[in-house]
């Protein structure tokens, strides 16, 4: 069971992803469920965008 929410785990990893498709494998990898769903949304995807690693 994850005590981390999904999207707050999101963006830490966001920070050392190029990528949402590696912020999506690493949370899969990590165990957490529904990863799809939760980072759907076009808000979510420009927020996590504006962290990845330059």
Not at 14 to 41: C, P, Q
Request: charged share 35%.
């Amino acid at each position: 069971m994850r005590t981390q929410n999904i999207i707050e785990r999101a963006f830490q990893l966001a920070t050392e992803s190029r990528n949402i498709d590696e912020i999506r494998k690493a949370l899969r990898h990590e165990g957490y469920a529904n990863v799809d769903a939760h980072l759907a949304g076009a808000s979510i995807k420009a927020d996590l965008k504006k962290r990845f690693v330059k």
